[in-house]
């Protein structure tokens, strides 16, 4: 009964997760006829979600497109070389495994204590646009998801001064590359579900997982803490990122206030302050007891 019960949980989150993953990819045009999708794999929970929702996606799909599975080994001393070429290997998903060893230079450049994520992830992306290059890839899919999202837009707000997050498909700098997030409407929580249920052979990142005082990893607590407090918040604030409101905002080069005058006339962007705004609560925020957040700001 237990068994019955779990595989039914199981195919209800894939569902869910290939649900969603086929909105992302519509909403950005992701995925388009005969495209060459690279699918980048590290090992984590992440990125095999992604591999198995777009292998899922392949072969279910109304439009015809390969993927190959490229895997970066940065020569991490003690790395399990073997999981993944077996992994692939067992599923018949092409693949090539890229070895560049740049686990040395960044432990050469960045001093013990330091934070070693941008350059790591500086130095992977470039191997990775070169591979994309030489595979004839179109596209190239990343495994970050809506928690993903969400942090990077508030470490930028926090210690960046910038009103920036992940966006879901964007260009390379050198204009060569689309980058794809198929995953960017995915809950991590239902992420790391699903990859228990999978049994994927998950791969952890030794370079960095010792670093316990992260920013990122500071930003994560915080919404996990939002998260279980408030919930629904942290859908609304993705939510934001597809609601945004230059006229309201303080940026003159997004948004021409030098030029602005009066219409005369109603103005679509023009202030409401002298109209009542009102927020509808969501389900769970009116079955939520009131807590010393909500008591604090009502007086």
């Not at 495994?143 to 993903?148: A, E, N, S, T, V």
């Not at 228990?196 to 992260?214: E, R, T, Y």
Request: aromatic residues 8%; contains cysteine.
């Amino acid at each position: 009964m237990m068994q019955k019960k779990t595989l039914y949980n199981a195919n209800k989150l894939q569902k869910r997760i290939r649900r969603l993953v086929g909105t992302a990819i519509a909403d950005f045009n992701m995925i388009e006829a005969g495209d060459r999708v690279m699918v980048c794999l590290s090992g984590g929970k992440d990125s095999y979600a992604l591999l198995d929702i777009l292998r899922n996606l392949q072969a279910h799909a109304p439009l015809d497109f390969e993927l190959i599975a490229v895997n970066l080994d940065q020569k991490q001393p003690g790395f399990p070389e073997e999981v993944l070429p077996t992994y692939l290997s067992k599923i018949g998903m092409p693949f090539r495994i890229i070895e560049q060893d740049t686990y040395s230079v960044v432990k050469r450049v960045i001093a013990d204590g330091k934070t070693t994520c941008s350059l790591c992830s500086r130095l992977r992306r470039g191997v990775l646009y070169r591979v994309a290059s030489e595979l004839g890839a179109t596209k190239i899919a990343l495994g970050h998801h809506r928690d993903d999202i969400l942090e990077t837009l508030f470490l930028n707000m926090f210690y960046g001064g910038k009103l920036k997050a992940m966006p879901p498909k964007l260009i390379s700098d050198d204009g060569k590359h689309i980058v794809i997030r198929p995953l960017a409407y995915c809950k991590e929580k239902d992420l790391e579900t699903y990859a228990g249920l999978a049994d994927f052979p998950i791969i952890p990142c030794n370079l960095c997982g010792s670093q316990k005082n992260l920013q990122r990893q500071v930003i994560k607590e915080m919404m996990q803490h939002w998260d279980k407090k408030f919930p629904g918040r942290l859908e609304t604030m993705f939510r934001s990122l597809q609601n945004i409101q230059l006229s309201h905002l303080a940026d003159t080069s997004r948004y021409d206030f030098v030029n602005l005058k009066p219409q005369g006339q109603p103005f679509k962007d023009g202030d409401t302050a002298f109209d009542e705004e009102t927020f509808e609560p969501t389900i769970e925020e009116m079955l939520t007891p009131a807590t010393e957040e909500t008591e604090s700001l009502s007086g």
